[in-house]
Every structure is written in C-alpha cells, then in structure tokens.
C-alpha cells in the first residue's frame, strides 16, 4: 500500500533552517509528481511546493526563495529544505501525492515550529 512519512520538523528560531523528508513507498514513485503542503492552526490547508516527475518545481510565493523542493528517485524521497524561517511558516506539513491533477495520498505530517 501506499505510505509517506515524514521527518525532520522541529522547533527552530526565526531566521533558522529546517530540512524535511518524506520517505515514499508501496508506488512507482519516479512516476509521480510531489506535493509538500502545511496546515497552521485554525487555517486551511495550503499548498507549498511541487516537484514533477521530471524535476520542475513550483513554488508558493510566500516561500518562493527560502524552500526548496527536490527529490532522489533512488532512495523514493522527496526533500524540503527550508530556510529563512519566519513565525508565520509554522505549521504541520505534509507531503502528498499528485495523481491525474488531484492529491491522493498524504504522509501523517511534521510540525514546524518557529519561535523565538
């Protein structure tokens, strides 16, 4: 079956950086375009960044210059490196799969929190 598990979220002051992974298995997952995404308290899930399979990324404006999206096909995973961390990136995120134009399957998430 399809899992994606996250790793490497923590408490980090502003300015700092972070490096998370997702781990993928249970799919081909060259095949497959990926997806990081974050909920913040009481706020809706938004999107951050996107990888293809091909290696095009995409990035929100609000973390366009500071994230960086990437992946290894030979270790099936998918990387946000993160830097620059501002109070307002904290939040639970999350990687995801893009399957036909839609998400479907989420890891369990990492929290990032940014505080001084």
């Known amino acids: 079956q399809v899992q994606l598990v996250e790793s490497g979220g923590g408490l980090v002051q502003p300015g700092g950086s972070l490096s998370l992974s997702c781990a993928a298995s249970?799919?081909?997952?060259?095949?497959?375009?990926m997806g990081w995404y974050r909920q913040a308290p009481g706020r809706a899930r938004e999107w951050v960044a996107t990888?293809?399979?091909?290696?095009?990324?995409d990035y929100a404006a609000s973390v366009r210059g500071r994230f960086t999206i990437s992946r290894d096909n030979a270790k099936n995973t998918v990387y946000l490196q993160t830097k620059s961390l501002k109070p307002e990136d904290t939040a639970v995120y999350y990687c995801?799969?893009?399957?036909?134009?839609?998400?479907?399957?989420w890891g369990q998430g990492t929290q990032v929190t940014v505080s001084s």
């Open positions: 995801s799969r893009r399957n036909y134009g839609r998400q479907d399957y």
């Open positions: 990888v293809t399979s091909g290696g095009t990324t």
């Open positions: 249970g799919f081909i997952f060259q095949n497959y375009a």
